[in-house]
């Protein structure tokens, strides 16, 4: 298997401007989780979703963040308008479950907004 | 206070080095506990689960302490590609997973 897919691998872009990140999970998987990392907050946990369904999306940080996944093998975080604040890497992770399952984590994304 | 905490380090041993790292973790109906390994510019990997009779994975050892809320791993005979960052992981029954924000481990020759 390829593992979980991520794209764009990094991504620079202007404040204001929309930014689509992309998710491919391993095949199999029924939860899919979307962190972001900093160095000042450390890896946070976003939105996660079980068979195609938003579980906890509690810790998206407000309304300019979306999540959707139309499938079992496609996922994406939509960031509109972006801001320099959201710089960061954001990793996807897929496991089998939830609560002892191994989550499986992509490359990342990195994403700088100017 | 976070809802997991860890000592951040750095952590600079020699070579052939034992050395531990420590987490606490503030919700009491965490389920199950994970150290996670994450290495300069690349995604977390599990490293190992961590059961409450304690587990060990050859040079690795982790230690759940459920009435203290405390997990440890134990890394003996420390090697110079064993630097890296350590991530505590605690998982609710609802699934979601908090991480530490990591310590740091730099072996030395």
């Known amino acids: 298997d390829a593992g979980v897919i991520q794209s764009p691998r990094h991504e620079v872009t202007e404040m204001g401007q929309e930014v689509t990140l992309r998710c491919k999970p391993i095949s199999g998987h029924d939860y899919l989780f979307w962190y972001r990392q900093t160095m000042m907050r450390g890896l946070e946990l976003l939105i996660y979703?079980?068979?195609?369904?938003?579980?906890?999306d509690s810790g998206m940080p407000e309304d300019r963040f979306s999540a959707k996944m139309p499938n079992a093998s496609f996922s994406t975080l939509k960031i509109q308008p972006s801001e320099p604040r959201d710089s960061a890497v954001y990793f996807c992770?897929?496991?089998?479950?939830?609560?002892?399952?191994?989550?499986?984590f992509g490359p990342g994304t990195r994403l700088l907004v100017l | 206070r976070k809802e997991v905490e860890q000592d951040p380090g750095p952590f600079n041993v020699p070579e052939g080095a034992t050395v531990a790292f420590n987490c606490t973790y503030s919700?009491?109906?965490?389920?199950?506990f994970f150290w996670y390994r994450q290495d300069c510019r690349k995604e977390p990997k599990l490293l190992m689960s961590?059961?409450?009779s304690g587990n060990e994975d050859g040079r690795f050892t982790a230690q759940l302490n459920r009435a203290s809320q405390y997990i440890s791993l134990l890394i003996r005979d420390s090697k110079l590609s064993d630097s890296a960052t350590y991530l505590c992981v605690v998982n609710t029954n609802a699934g979601k997973s908090t991480f530490g924000d990591g310590t740091t481990l730099t072996v030395k020759p």
């Open positions: 919700n009491s109906a965490s389920q199950s």
């Open positions: 992770a897929s496991s089998l479950g939830v609560r002892e399952e191994t989550q499986y």
């Open positions: 961590v059961y409450s």
């Open positions: 979703f079980n068979n195609n369904v938003p579980i906890d």
